[in-house]
């Protein structure tokens, strides 16, 4: 029997964030239904939010949030560029564009909304574009391509975003805002001021109190807007953000109720005037009200989900609270953030040395918090919007909550939370859940992270959730252990700062100052790298030598039979024919077995201890200097041919390559580093799966950071744009020294970037607008690093006392006996236990 | 008559053959003993055999040498687990253990009990 015609049919029309966040909750919900998806756009639902991303070098693609493989494995029917265009409600059929119908038990329109373009004349000029999918962006970017000066209509959330996408796009940009602020929704008026002035120091110019009459041919621009007060803005293009309008057409049509100004009416169980038909987002009017964000929409699509699960679901409006990042400014709104409350109580703090502006709102008793603002300085606005939402009872003198921390307010800690407080809001995640997690066996951050999926989301939530968990398993008796090891109470970066500020130049010193015991292999190579990254010196020298790690005493790689391998350096992966001889003969020599690695170098296997100096003299002698594979340090800088040869190279990516890795070659890190160099955006050295990479641009150079390919994969995120070769050489100088200081023993980038507080955002102050004061001195360091540089094989070489180690035994000249190899494919491997056995007898 | 002239000792190596701190390997016999010198304890010298029974190759004497609870050990390069070096167990696995050879300093020499 075919099922579908047991299972209930639920379809759904519009395939937004909305949409999707619906069929995802359904999906988890198991209810068993065949649900199809109808989606207007020929692809799956991605992240409007961020749509300005794709123009600072995010693709399409990073911001999908599913792709019909996705669909499929959920057993979802998805149908994607073929619009919904009407309901047969007797029926309970939907009917689309290329005439196919889907029957349905329950139907959810999820149809979001479109950009309202005010009815001007000359606004159909085909140089007037909106700002909503990424085809629009695509019609953005080609029209940018021609024109130098951009305006946006509409100085709202949109219209900022909007901004921030022509401004990436290198036009001259102007705001055209009617209302006499910007953000008027969101913000107040001092509010506006601030960001208005911040936005302008952007040289984004800001023309408020504009009402555009018509838009008309321009004389040295394509284009001239004409104001009501009879001013004009010359311009080549213009992008309308000016607010949204609810996509309610096909419930018009099905005559569903809709609300005088649009939108479908819907109840609290997100239903509308047919019982069978609901309404979830943007399109969706609840209480006289459209919400026009992503998080009460996501709300919506759960109460649904939640009902065809037959479980309790009702939407009860949305706190419309709001942090976000406009044009790199920040800007929060919590409640009442006009002080429109009968009776209510403000109190605000300007700076404007610092650039910031901070208002409360609270009841005439100043006991409860109705409303905020922030504009420039967003770190109180967890803890304001925990006073808010939770109704707790504000300090005798809330001012505090808003002035400089130098006045002493302590902030509202987790602790004073109830435990329905959000604390994760992109996930709904509340103390009360955060608690179940730690009782349910939940020992850790990670862990917690895992369960909750706290945190996951924007990350704005990271501190709170990291010092409610610390509290919670600090309560539990749960202490958590950071040392290093027995021999040290301290974790790496604690160490790091005992050995420079003490500048402690030996592991006997440090051990004896901060120590007990005698050490052990844990301690002993962090404290040796830790060494190598303050002071460089050689690390066979004989106060380092007893720390390494085989691989470093020995320079080379130790693999399973005791022999090791031979990786010399070739920077960027290019190499001329001589020395790649040089290497063929040396490996035919010494009877090497040969690889080409991941990285564009080249492995010779199987090299005995005694025979190591022998072949380092050849590759010392032709040129070649050490890899460095053996250590936790700078590996390889990897490249494509660049734009010295490929038809598609926009600039010289092997010489970029070559010049990086000369310049962080013999780096000490807490873990290996890789990077890579792409000559332009097709990647092909794959430089996002690396702790740095970097990607040729038209304009210069766009550096992404805390990539990792292997065990576990990380996207790099994208760190700054269009750099130039000096500023993108100091950028990284900076990431590197501060991961060096701040990392965990063996933790590569990408694990770092994951535990760091405040994440990228936090990286960009620290290393871009050096908001530590640090950026001098990490550069100074690395500068130390890079003029101390020795090619560690070369000075090995120069000296007697350090080739002693290199001998099998210190009282004879044989081999190890122990090394045995059998031939595979015309080299030589290991040979394995049971062939030893073999061998072994046929030699007696 | 002490213990140590008991033992008929031998001539094994140089103390100048020896790194301070770490270990090396000298060859007994057709046996690879593994030598560790650490100056500050006493006794200040150490030998086991150089097979490392969990991988299999010919490398304790490679490893970094330290204290685990105030045991002394050496940490195999292989795969990481410790052996005591003054009674060749191993710390993770008890039924495992390495050889231990008798060895004392006797001026610049290195000797070991047969």
């Given at each position: 029997m075919d099922s579908t015609k047991t299972q209930r049919r639920i379809v759904v029309v519009g395939n937004g964030m909305v949409g999707h966040h619906f069929v995802a909750s359904l999906v988890e919900a198991a209810t068993g239904d065949h649900i199809t998806v109808i989606g207007e756009e020929p692809r799956p639902a991605y992240d409007r939010v961020h749509l300005s991303d794709v123009f600072a070098g995010r693709s399409a693609e990073d911001l999908a949030m599913a792709t019909r493989e996705t669909y499929q494995g959920w057993g979802v029917d998805a149908h994607f560029g073929d619009p919904a265009i009407a309901i047969e409600r007797e029926a309970k059929v939907v009917v689309t564009e290329l005439g196919r119908r889907f029957a349905y038990d329950k139907l959810v329109l999820a149809t979001g909304s479109y950009p309202f373009v005010p009815?001007?004349?000359?606004?159909?000029?085909?140089?007037c574009l909106t700002y909503r999918t990424i085809d629009d962006l695509g019609a953005i970017k080609a029209k940018a391509r021609h024109s130098k000066v951009g305006v946006v209509v509409g100085g709202g959330l949109l219209g900022l975003e909007c901004a921030n996408a022509l401004k990436n796009l290198g036009l001259q940009t102007h705001v055209v805002e009617f209302a006499p602020g910007l953000m008027g929704v969101q913000i107040d008026e001092g509010g506006s001021r601030m960001l208005r002035r911040k936005i302008e120091a952007l040289e984004v110019q800001v023309h408020t109190s504009k009402n555009t009459s018509r838009i008309v041919a321009g004389t040295d621009t394509a284009l001239s807007m004409e104001f009501a007060d009879e001013t004009s803005l010359a311009t080549d293009m213009i992008v309308f953000s000016a607010g949204i309008r609810p996509r309610d057409d096909l419930a018009r049509k099905a005559e569903l109720g809709v609300g005088e100004r649009g939108g479908i009416v819907i109840d609290y169980k997100c239903k509308t005037s047919d019982a069978d038909i609901f309404a979830i987002g943007e399109c969706a009017l609840f209480g006289g009200r459209i919400?026009?964000?992503?998080a009460p929409g996501y709300r919506m699509a759960e109460a649904v989900a939640s009902q065809l699960a037959q479980r309790e679901g009702s939407f009860q409006g949305a706190d419309m609270s709001t942090k976000l990042k406009l044009l790199g400014v920040d800007v929060g709104s919590i409640g009442d953030a006009h002080g429109r409350s009968e009776g209510s109580m403000s109190f605000v703090f300007s700076d404007e040395r610092e650039d910031c502006y901070k208002r409360l709102v609270t009841s005439g008793d100043g006991k409860q918090l109705l409303g905020a603002v922030l504009v420039g300085d967003c770190e109180d606005y967890d803890t304001l919007l925990q006073y808010y939402l939770n109704g707790i009872e504000l300090p005798a003198d809330p001012q505090g909550l808003i002035l400089p921390a130098s006045s002493g307010q302590p902030l509202l800690g987790v602790s004073a939370l109830p435990a329905t407080a959000t604390i994760c809001s992109c996930h709904n995640v509340t103390k009360g859940d955060v608690i179940g997690a730690i009782d349910g066996g939940c020992c850790s951050l990670v862990e917690v992270k895992g369960e909750t999926?706290?945190?996951?989301?924007?990350?704005?939530c990271s501190a709170m959730l990291k010092s409610l968990v610390e509290d919670e398993l600090g309560a539990r008796g749960v202490t958590v252990d950071k040392s290093l090891c027995e021999h040290f109470p301290y974790t790496r970066q604690e160490l790091y700062h005992l050995a420079r500020i003490g500048e402690v130049k030996s592991f006997t010193e440090l051990l004896a100052a901060h120590g007990k015991g005698r050490g052990c292999d844990i301690c002993k190579p962090t404290v040796a790298s830790i060494m190598a990254s303050l002071w460089n010196e050689h690390i066979l020298a004989p106060a380092h030598v007893g720390l390494q790690d085989t691989n470093d005493t020995f320079m080379a790689n130790m693999q399973k039979d005791g022999t090791y391998s031979v990786v010399p350096r070739i920077a960027g992966g290019e190499i001329t024919p001589e020395k790649l001889l040089v290497l063929g003969k040396v490996a035919q020599d010494y009877g090497l077995y040969t690889k080409i690695t991941g990285g564009q170098r080249i492995d010779l296997f199987g090299a005995r201890l005694e025979q190591l100096p022998a072949i380092w003299a050849e590759l010392v002698a032709a040129g070649f200097e050490t890899g460095h594979a053996y250590g936790k340090s700078l590996r390889t800088i990897k490249s494509c041919v660049g734009s010295s040869w490929c038809r598609y190279g926009v600039q010289d990516s092997v010489g970029m390559a070559i010049r990086l890795e000369n310049r962080y070659k013999g780096l000490r890190s807490p873990h290996k580093l890789k990077s890579a160099v792409s000559g332009?955006?097709?990647e092909c050295a794959e430089a996002q799966s690396k702790d740095f990479g970097v990607i040729a641009t038209e304009h210069g150079w766009n550096l992404y950071i805390c990539g990792n390919g292997g065990m576990k994969p990380r996207h790099a995120d994208l760190f700054a744009t269009d750099l130039d070769d000096d500023t993108l050489i100091s950028y990284i100088d900076r990431f590197l020294m501060f991961y060096i200081r701040t990392a965990d023993r063996l933790q590569r980038t990408s694990v770092w970037m994951d535990n760091l507080e405040g994440g990228i955002e936090y990286l960009r102050q620290v290393i871009i607008e050096d908001s530590l004061g640090i950026a001098a001195e990490l550069e100074a360091q690395m500068a130390l690093v890079v003029d101390t540089y020795q090619c560690e094989w070369k000075a090995t070489l120069e000296d007697p006392a350090k080739l002693?180690?290199?001998?099998?035994f210190v009282n004879s000249e044989?081999?190890?006996?122990?090394v045995v190899f059998v031939q595979e494919r015309q080299q030589i491997r290991p040979a394995r236990a049971e062939e030893r056995l073999r061998l072994v007898a046929v030699a007696k | 008559m002490t213990a140590a002239e008991k033992y008929n000792w031998e001539p094994l190596c140089k103390r100048e053959d020896l790194v301070a701190g770490s270990g090396v390997c000298a060859l007994l016999g057709g046996e690879q003993v593994a030598l560790f010198y650490l100056p500050d304890e006493e006794p200040a010298i150490y030998a086991l055999g150089n097979r490392d029974p969990i991988g299999g190759a010919n490398v304790l004497s490679r490893g970094i040498v330290g204290d685990i609870g105030g045991e002394l050990v050496v940490a195999s390069p292989l795969y990481k687990q410790h052996f005591s070096l003054r009674s060749g167990a191993c710390l993770e696995d008890e039924a495992i253990k390495v050889e231990v050879y008798s060895v004392r300093l006797d001026g610049d020499s290195v000797l070991i009990a047969r």
């Open positions: 009815p001007v004349p000359g606004a159909d000029n085909d140089r919400y026009g964000l992503v999926s706290a945190s996951t989301g924007c990350g704005g332009c955006t097709r002693k180690r290199f001998r099998q044989e081999p190890d006996n122990g | -």
